[in-house]
């Protein structure tokens, strides 16, 4: 039985959500709501909530405060990403942590 967004949102930890906002033009911003569904210890990988899902990595490099953030175009990035989540919690090295999010994105399709 499929969960509807309101409620599964409201008991989502507020850690998990994120508003992207993008700028198309100088007088047009898009909002998009996002869910946290892997992460890394220097990596993490949202899902928009729109009707078409979309992927954004936020990336913060070792030796830099800056924070990179990027709409991933190719799905072998995602799954590298979400390999180095790790099921298991470690993988390649990395301690990660693969979000409640992603099962009910996948159940909720």
């Known amino acids: 039985m499929p969960i509807d967004l309101a409620s599964f949102l409201h008991h989502t930890p507020e850690s998990e959500k ?4 993008i700028h198309v033009d100088e007088d047009t911003v898009d909002t998009y709501d996002a869910l946290l569904i892997a992460q890394t210890r220097y990596r993490k990988l949202f899902i928009t909530l729109e009707p078409k899902r979309r992927y954004l990595v936020h990336t913060q490099p ?3 405060e800056e924070i ?3 709409f991933l175009q190719e799905y072998e990035e995602v799954e590298a990403l979400l390999e180095d989540a790790g099921l298991d ?6 301690q990660g942590i693969l979000y409640h999010n992603l099962l009910f994105l996948l159940m909720n399709p």
């Open 68 to 70: 990179e953030i990027d």
């Open 89 to 94: 919690g470690i993988h390649d090295g990395e």
């Open 62 to 64: 070792t030796d830099s």
């Open 18 to 21: 994120t508003t992207v906002f």
